[in-house]
Structure formats: structure tokens, C-alpha cells
């Protein structure tokens, strides 16, 4: 499917020089140009998987602006299979780009309401869901099984000598199967998205302490370290995932909390911003196309 190159870039700023750390970044987001960062990781032997047991169709959840639903619409397109994207919400999002993406990929929608998509695991739910679209391979929401956790083993490069490695947590599959390759020596933190983290399914050390709010909310600070962070880096953010890590690993060095050589991996998601922006109107282009002064 994917030919994986691991590009890692090193960022410098004065307080990286001023606190002696030595800071990279994995750049998932570049992986691939349609197949966001860390889902094509966790999509990868849940593919295989489904192809092994015969299946030609692939069922997974997900909400309107979800990173995974666009990769699963692409990835199942490329690999052959016929998609189908149980959507939380009203067939009216069908306009966000998200949405568009994984329709024109060939990903069938079907909406459902929050209370139907909260019966995502209920055996009575997938049986009518069987009804209604017959025999598919079933991938949770956010690609979280064991054999998304496998697939993000393979994140890191299989030689690397970085103290501490740092990714963003939604579901927790992603920090999961990075723990799973670390060597004894080195350490995991996985900044939390959202609020409270009682769902994760692991033991890793998650913190907690950079949700800005909980799942897709921000704040004045976060959209201004997003939009600093950028110009000093180049490296895009997007306004879920990516800002929340970058802004808590740079928080956590500035405390003393982490040091020496540092990973930051980048899981993509950039795809969702466009959706994020027009849903609260932010447009960072209006700034720089305003006359100055
Ligand atoms: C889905 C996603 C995550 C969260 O990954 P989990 O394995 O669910 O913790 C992190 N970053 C981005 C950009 C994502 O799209």
C-alpha cells in the first residue's frame, strides 16, 4: 500500500538552545498525500486482515470532520475494498469537505443520530447494520483494535536513540502500539485531546493537561501558539491533534519536565482543518491578506 519513509526534521528555537534539548520531529503528516499520518498505521493490517478472511467491504465510524473516515474512504479505495462510513450526525454535513473527500473516493455515507452512533458496539446495532449493507469487516471508530495498535508499531524508525517520544491521544491506539517498539530505555508521553482520559487503553503515561478545553476546542493561546509555531517551523498544525501536542511539548520543556533528545511525532490531520475553520470561522489567510498597520 504505502511505502514508508520516515522523514524525521529537527526544529530549533531559542528555548530549545536555552534549556539543552535536542528536539525532532516525525513527520507522519508528509507520508502520504490523502492517507493522514497515524491512520494509515492503524488501517494497514486490519486491511490485511479483512482481505485474509475473504471480506470485499470495510464498515467504520466516525464524526463528520474525522481524519479516520477520510483515510479509511482512500486507503479502502487503494486497496480495493468498498467502503462504508457510518457517520455521526446529519446528511446536511455531507457539504464539509471531509465528507466530499471520502464520497468522491467511493465511501458510502450513512448517518445516523448520536444516540444510533453510540450503539457502535452493540451487537443488536452491527446486526442491523449486517440487514441493511450484508457481510463487511468491521473497523472500530479511530482505527482502535489490536491490529490498529500493530500497525503503529511501525511508527518509529527501527533505529532511533531518542530519550522520550511524544504523540498526540485520541483513542490511545497510537501511543499504544509506539510503547509496544520503544526500547527499555526510553520513555512515552502522549498528550490527551480530550477531556478526562478514562478511555485510553493503555497504561502509558497519558497527561492531561493540554485538552484546552476537551475534543475540537480551543482557545485564544492555542490558536496563537498554532499560528507562531508555523511561521518559526514551517511545519503546518491541525487544530485537534497536532496543536495540543506541539503546544504541550513545548510547555513541558519550558517546565523542565523532558529533556535531552526529544521526538515529537506529527500524526497528520491536516485535512480536517479546512472543515475546523469554516465551522468557527477562522481564517488564518485573512490576516496576511489585511493591510498592515
Ligand atoms: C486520530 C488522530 C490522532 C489520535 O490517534 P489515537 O490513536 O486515536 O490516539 C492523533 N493525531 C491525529 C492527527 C489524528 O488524526
Given at each position: 500500500m504505502l511505502n514508508y519513509n520516515p522523514i524525521i526534521q529537527k526544529i530549533n528555537s531559542?528555548?530549545?538552545?536555552?534549556?539543552?534539548?535536542?528536539?525532532?520531529?516525525?513527520?507522519?503528516?508528509?507520508?502520504?498525500?490523502?492517507?493522514?499520518?497515524n491512520k494509515w498505521f492503524k488501517l494497514k493490517y486490519n486491511l490485511e486482515e479483512a482481505k485474509r478472511l475473504g471480506y470485499d467491504t470495510i464498515l467504520t465510524f466516525g464524526g463528520a470532520?474525522?481524519?479516520?473516515?477520510?483515510?479509511?474512504?482512500?486507503?479502502?479505495?487503494?486497496?480495493g475494498f468498498k467502503s462504508i462510513g457510518?457517520?455521526?450526525?446529519?446528511?446536511?454535513?455531507?457539504?464539509?469537505?471531509?465528507?466530499?473527500?471520502?464520497a468522491?473516493?467511493?465511501?458510502?455515507?450513512?448517518?445516523?443520530?448520536?444516540?444510533?452512533?453510540?450503539?457502535?458496539?452493540?451487537?443488536?446495532?452491527?446486526?442491523?447494520?449486517?440487514?441493511?449493507?450484508?457481510?463487511?469487516?468491521?473497523?472500530?471508530?479511530?482505527?482502535?483494535?489490536?491490529?490498529?495498535?500493530?500497525?503503529?508499531?511501525?511508527?518509529?524508525p527501527m533505529q532511533n536513540n531518542f530519550d522520550i517520544v511524544l504523540c498526540a491521544c485520541g483513542t490511545g491506539t497510537t501511543l499504544k502500539g509506539i510503547s509496544?517498539?520503544?526500547?527499555?530505555?526510553?520513555?512515552?508521553?502522549?498528550?490527551?485531546v480530550l477531556k478526562g482520559v478514562g478511555d485510553l487503553n493503555t497504561n502509558a503515561n497519558v497527561n492531561a493537561?493540554?485538552?484546552?478545553?476537551?475534543?475540537?476546542?480551543?482557545?485564544?493561546e492555542l490558536l496563537e501558539f498554532k499560528e507562531s509555531f508555523e511561521a518559526q517551523t514551517q511545519i503546518p498544525l491541525d487544530y485537534v491533534y497536532t496543536s495540543k501536542l506541539f503546544y504541550g511539548a513545548t510547555d513541558l520543556i519550558r517546565s523542565g519536565s523532558?529533556?535531552?533528545?526529544?521526538?515529537?511525532?506529527?500524526?497528520?490531520?491536516?485535512?480536517?482543518?479546512r472543515g475546523y475553520e469554516d465551522r468557527y470561522?477562522?481564517?488564518?489567510?485573512?490576516?496576511?491578506?489585511?493591510?498592515q498597520g
Open positions: 531559542d528555548l530549545f538552545s536555552e534549556k539543552k534539548v535536542d528536539v525532532s520531529v516525525l513527520r507522519l503528516d508528509l507520508i502520504h498525500p490523502q492517507i493522514s499520518g470532520f474525522s481524519n479516520h473516515i477520510h483515510a479509511t474512504a482512500v486507503a479502502c479505495k487503494q486497496a457510518v457517520i455521526r450526525g446529519e446528511p446536511s454535513s455531507i457539504g464539509n469537505n471531509t465528507l466530499s473527500d471520502a468522491a473516493n467511493g465511501m458510502q455515507l450513512f448517518f445516523v443520530s448520536r444516540e444510533d452512533y453510540n450503539k457502535k458496539q452493540d451487537a443488536g446495532f452491527i446486526q442491523s447494520l449486517n440487514e441493511r449493507f450484508g457481510n463487511f469487516y468491521l473497523v472500530p471508530e479511530g482505527g482502535d483494535n489490536e491490529l490498529g495498535a500493530k500497525g503503529c508499531e511501525e511508527i518509529l509496544n517498539s520503544l526500547q527499555p530505555s526510553q520513555k512515552i508521553i502522549g498528550i490527551s493537561e493540554y485538552h484546552f478545553g476537551g475534543y475540537a476546542k480551543h482557545t485564544k523532558i529533556e535531552g533528545k526529544i521526538l515529537i511525532v506529527h500524526s497528520g490531520g491536516l485535512q480536517g482543518n470561522a477562522l481564517n488564518p489567510k485573512r490576516n496576511v491578506n489585511e493591510p
